[in-house]
């Protein structure tokens, strides 16, 4: 590539990562592209960790830049394998995978996963499951933009492929069927010395990072394919999973949400300092008039000092209303064990859970702090929280709060209510409402749903806004703004 497709490239780059949320400006570009030429496109590895250095602020962000990386540095592809060699079933290449990990041959395991795509991942009109379907050349060095193999190039069958799967390659290779015996075939290579024990998890551990390392070859052999027919910024911007802290709490997955809760201890100790200055900041009260202009009489009535009217230290009352209905409960879930993490800076924390009806989880979730991982089924199990089915019905829940727990509001109180605010055509119940937010402090709504989305369907959060605050609440990002910001002080 020219000079000017490589800075086009490298532009092209970093518009995607800012799109997955990592600030790149023209400054961490510039060093990406001074980066990039003080290290070549030789060595791919060495150019990735330049970039890396350059553009980056934390660890946290890697898995997004490694994915948009491999789409728009990816590697030159192509086996050393004649054609005898090559395998032709799902079998074959999976004794050539076993011999691959055992020798810990990570390029063989990357061309194996090519292999893989090749036979079984390609599908549309011409996927015919043929042996060599748009196999890259391998011409060009490891790491140059565009170096690699182009998936259908020169009017070869896979051209007319509409797409790759890492889903359907890995659905007929089945790594998992390898992990027995490459468990066994690496104990015996590589634990000698070991006790049983030791030796057995030693094992057990390798077999398991292999099997995952060749899996993620797939899906990145994939994305790379699917890039060369439909357009890098496309895939970039469908194909790479987001930040954990990007992540919309409605769509994530099990392994997102596992992420999301192992973020919950940093992520409170960072509100917990936020809050407690801010607190500070706010102890120092409004200016007392009368004061100052006793005090401006030694500067000839000019007020050069104010006095500031100190305010009683005291920390706020809060009050957690969740909806634990359907794919809402994961937010409720992540916020009940963020606010729980926070409990040192409230005098109190008391939380509430609803589908039909009210019930209150305080100890539940304290619980929960320890074993987070089923919190969100041990609340829908062991509380009361509905009649019949798992539909959400605000009328029921908001009535049964107001009148069995309305005592816990007053003046010191803030409540926070989770929910989407669809009520699954039950009445809205504004009237409960209104009656909870003239007994609090302060009532704010979180709904993990688009502000767009808001009073369609069977939603009635359009009217719920009319009489609380409600806010766009869908990422972790967006939670962590709206904590230190709704928070009294």
């Known amino acids: 590539m020219t000079a000017h497709a490589v800075a086009g490239r490298l532009v092209e780059f970093a518009r995607a990562l800012r799109e997955h949320g990592i600030a790149v400006g023209t400054g961490e570009t510039v060093d990406a592209a001074a980066a990039a030429e003080a290290v070549g496109f030789a060595d791919r590895e060495r150019l990735r960790e330049a970039l890396a250095a350059s553009v980056l602020r934390g660890a946290a962000q890697r898995p997004v830049f490694d994915g948009v990386f491999d789409l728009y540095f990816p590697a030159a592809h192509g086996t050393s394998e004649t054609a005898a060699d090559e395998p032709e079933t ?15 041959d990570d390029a063989r395991v990357r061309a194996l996963a090519a292999t893989g795509i090749d036979l079984f ?4 009109a011409a ?71 030791a030796a057995d998890a030693l094992a057990d551990r390798e077999a398991a990072a292999g099997i995952a390392s060749f899996t993620e070859h797939v899906r990145a052999e994939a994305r790379r394919r699917t890039a ?14 987001p930040q954990t802290d990007l992540v919309a709490f409605t769509n994530a997955s099990a392994e997102q949400f596992a992420e999301m809760r192992r973020a919950v201890q940093p992520l409170s100790r960072t509100l917990a300092t936020r809050l407690a200055a801010r607190r500070r900041r706010a102890t120092r009260g409004r200016i007392d008039l009368r004061r100052t202009v006793r005090r401006s009489l030694a500067t000839g009535g000019v007020p050069m000092r104010p006095v500031m009217r100190r305010r009683r230290p005291g920390r706020p009352e809060l009050v957690l209303l969740c909806d634990m209905s359907g794919s809402v409960a994961g937010f409720a879930q992540f916020t009940l064990l963020l606010t729980q993490a926070l409990s040192d800076q409230f005098s109190k924390v008391r939380s509430f859970a609803f589908v039909s009806r009210t019930d209150e ?6 619980a929960g702090r320890d074993e987070p991982e089923n919190l969100a089924e041990r609340i829908v199990t062991e509380a009361n929280l509905t009649t019949i089915g798992m539909s959400s019905d605000y009328d029921g829940a908001l009535q049964t709060f107001a009148d069995g727990w309305g005592d816990v509001l007053g003046p010191r109180t803030s409540v926070l209510i989770l929910g989407d605010g669809r009520t699954n055509g039950a009445p809205p119940n504004l009237a409960a409402l209104r009656e909870l937010a003239g007994r609090a402090r302060h009532v704010h709504w979180l709904n993990p749903e688009r502000e767009s989305s808001w009073g369609t369907g069977d939603s009635e959060a359009h009217r719920y806004a009319r009489e609380v605050p409600m806010f766009e609440c869908r990422t972790i990002r967006q939670l962590s703004r709206l904590v230190t910001r709704l928070l009294p002080d």
């Open 90 to 104: 799902p079998a074959q290449l999976r004794d050539r995978l076993l011999d691959a990990l055992v020798a810990g």
């Open 121 to 124: 991942g390609g599908y549309g």
């Open 127 to 197: 996927a015919g499951g043929g042996q060599g379907q748009g196999q890259g050349n391998g011409h060009g060095g490891e790491g140059a933009p565009g170096g690699a193999g182009q998936a259908g190039g020169n009017g070869s069958p896979a051209a007319r492929l509409s797409g790759w799967s890492a889903y359907q390659a890995l659905s007929e290779v089945r790594p998992q069927a390898l992990r027995a015996r490459l468990r066994t075939a690496i104990r015996e290579a590589r634990a000698d010395g070991l006790d049983g024990d």
């Open 228 to 241: 060369e027919l439909r357009g890098r910024d496309r895939i970039a911007r469908h194909a790479v999973a």
């Open 361 to 366: 989880i305080t100890d539940l979730v304290r």
